[in-house]
């Protein structure tokens, strides 16, 4: 059974930082691109970030660009999602994906075959 199991959300104020794991079971994912998600209460799901198989090409939106940083570990077989100076329009639930066909961006929301429960990112003013 392939589950990917996000940890690492909670309760932050405003400038603070958090870091996100996704760890990946089931089968192995180092051929996969991986990559976050969020979605706020009564807004459309966001691309956060994504990496390619081999950690060397990353991607984000211009709204977290310089703040947060993902990073995989494929010995373990997990993904990171480094987040700093974290703003209130950060509070989503963060969703973890795996990519067979190693899209990234966008096209990794539409292509992504596994997905996780997500994680509450909640930022206090």
């Known amino acids: 059974q392939v589950q990917l199991i996000e940890s690492g959300g909670g309760l932050v104020q405003a400038g603070g930082s958090l870091r996100l794991s996704c760890a990946a079971s089931?089968?192995?994912?180092?051929?996969?691109?991986m990559g976050w998600f969020r979605q706020a209460p009564g807004k459309a799901r966001e691309f956060v970030a994504t990496?390619?198989?081999?950690?060397?090409?990353?991607l984000y939106p211009d709204s977290v660009k310089g703040r947060f940083t993902i990073s995989r570990d494929n010995d373990k077989n997990t993904v990171y999602l480094q987040m700093n100076s974290l703003k209130p329009d950060d509070t989503a639930v963060y969703y973890c994906?795996?990519?067979?066909?190693?899209?990234?961006?966008?096209?990794?929301?539409?292509?992504?075959?596994?997905w996780g429960q997500g994680t509450q990112v909640t930022v206090s003013s």
């Open positions: 089931g089968r192995t994912f180092s051929s996969d691109s």
């Open positions: 990496i390619n198989w081999s950690g060397t090409k990353s």
């Open positions: 994906g795996a990519d067979p066909t190693g899209a990234q961006g966008l096209a990794f929301g539409v292509s992504a075959r596994y």
